[in-house]
């Protein structure tokens, strides 16, 4: 059997439709990078055809990226795939992805087209995608619920009208194991020219089998996995990439294949989404929580002094994990904060960002005496010179003593006009919310407040994480201080801006 088990990352696609996780084109890009970094063998970069930042965002990342193949989802129809055909057109690499339902329910009630129909257009869309690449990868959305004569015929057609890649998406997170693992050693059998192309899987969390599903397929012969960092992803997410590559990479004596990802990269990917998106990691998660390697019953930390081996199956290091380390301080220059920031993924697109972003450093630096890292990392995350930024905070002061209602008085620029105002709340954070809304007038509704230490120490900044609601738009904004609420109202600014700037999507599921 083929001993290389390709993973085809969907985290800035799929992982983009969890609630409030939507990124700007440049978090794309960051992202996309530290995926090469990592070594991922595909990127699913996004669905062209959903929006034209939607398409921008695909064409940057395929301009960017040299070393990882660049993918773009498109339903099977002709727009679909013609746009997303012009966006992955300046990729090293490239790949269209390409599906229609092919469940009874599915077919039924939401296509309402026969079968008959579905084959005539899952083939048609092939020879559409081959105008533009021989890489097609083609999904039956909701195979984990289709009966399995009829993904044999689908997958026969569309094998011979030129797809190299056969995805059986688990779009409902349905199946269990044993099931899943049966259902692909029955389509590698039973299908003509199985032989020919990459089998692969695309799992969902919604019954927490997804890794579960993902592994049992490949040990039933799927040599493409598909899966996002940290696991993010509609509903209750997707295959976790970290968990699938060391699951393999560990257990070497029961897979006959493994990665090409150089698992260093997995912790600092893992934090890069998450400060993106504003999803936390919780501490007891696999391989990238806080808590993956630590000890805390006295049992288990004599074990792990006398032989590491005795309760660690696998090396923190070696997926990324490392003490903090002071790297930069407030006497730093500009080219070790710029050669810094070039070990972290971060590309510097112009003298003046550099600039920006080295006054933010000194800035943080004053209040700061370490910089690591991960301060770094959402310093260049919470960049105000986004070219879209409708509200700024300007300055704020709050007031809060033991007895007094607390009070918030800032002042916003507003498309470059200055707007002062104060208000009162049940607490300061309130209160700054309460101000803000008083300029904004947005009508969101806050569905989260969320505040994470970036690092260790009583100065670390807080890292905030708003998510707002309006119109059905879900959006996370993100702010970083060592003052709390700064950090808050910073937050609550950049998801207004988001909502500003939002435009209508489309939401493909596979």
């Known amino acids: 059997m083929n001993d290389q088990l390709i993973i085809f990352d969907t985290t800035l696609r799929d992982g983009e439709q969890s609630p409030g996780a939507s990124m700007t084109r440049d978090e794309k890009l960051r992202i996309a990078r530290q995926l090469e970094r990592m070594k991922v063998n595909v990127i699913e970069a996004g669905f ?58 599915h077919m039924e009630k939401k296509l309402r087209m026969s079968p008959d129909q579905v084959v005539e257009q899952a083939v048609k869309a092939i020879g559409w995608a081959r105008e533009y690449t021989d890489d097609i990868e083609f999904s039956a959305e909701d195979a984990g619920r289709s009966e399995i004569d009829f993904l044999c015929r689908i997958f026969e057609e569309v094998i011979k009208a030129g797809a190299t890649t056969i995805n059986v998406p688990d779009t409902v997170g349905y199946n269990v194991p044993e099931q899943f693992a049966a259902t692909l050693r029955t389509l590698i059998e039973r299908v003509p020219n199985s032989d020919k192309v990459v089998w692969s899987v695309h799992c969902h969390n919604d019954l927490g089998l997804a890794v579960a599903n993902s592994l049992a397929a490949v040990r039933a012969g799927a ?37 090409r990802i150089d698992t260093t990269q997995i912790v600092p990917a893992s934090k890069l989404v998450s400060g993106i998106t504003g999803f936390p990691v919780q501490p007891n998660k696999a391989i990238v929580g806080a808590n993956a390697f630590a000890h ?22 070696d997926v990324g994990w490392s003490a903090n380390k002071l790297v930069m301080g407030k006497h ?179």
């Open 223 to 259: 040599r493409q996995v598909e899966c996002t960092v940290n696991g993010l992803g509609e509903r209750a997410g997707n295959a976790s990439l970290e968990e699938i590559v060391m699951a393999v990479r560990t257990r070497r004596d029961i897979f006959e294949c493994d990665t």
């Open 296 to 317: 805390e019953s006295g049992i288990h930390q004599d074990g792990v002094l006398k032989h590491r081996e005795t309760y660690e199956i696998m090396r923190a290091e």
């Open 48 to 105: 062209a055809a959903a929006s034209n930042g939607d398409f921008e965002a695909v064409r940057a990342v395929a301009e960017a990226i040299k070393d990882s193949t660049v993918c773009s989802l498109a339903r099977a129809n002709e727009l679909d795939i013609r746009r997303a055909g012009e966006a992955i057109r300046p990729a090293a690499s490239k790949r269209i992805h390409t599906f229609i339902a092919t469940s009874p329910i």
């Open 332 to 510: 730093s220059g500009r080219n070790a904060f710029r050669s810094r920031l070039q070990e972290l993924g971060v590309v510097i697109e112009s003298e003046e960002q550099l600039n920006n972003a080295f006054a933010r450093f000194k800035a943080l630096a004053d209040k700061k005496h370490e910089i690591f890292d991960e301060d770094l990392q959402s310093l260049m995350s919470d960049d105000s010179s986004e070219p879209q930024e409708h509200f700024r905070l300007v300055s704020s002061a709050f007031h809060s003593e033991t007895g007094e209602t607390p009070c918030a008085r800032v002042t916003l620029s507003v498309d470059g006009r200055e707007q002062k105002v104060e208000s009162c709340g049940s607490g300061p954070v309130d209160a700054a919310f309460k101000a803000i809304e008083s300029i904004a007038d947005s009508g969101a509704q806050l569905l989260l407040y969320s505040v994470n230490a970036i690092t260790t120490g009583t100065d670390a900044q807080g890292e905030v994480t708003v998510r707002l609601s309006k119109d059905g738009r879900v959006v996370n904004g993100q702010g970083a201080d060592t003052d709390i609420i700064v950090a808050s109202a910073k937050a609550y600014l950049n998801a207004l801006n988001k909502l500003q700037g939002s435009t209508e999507r489309l939401n493909p599921q596979v």
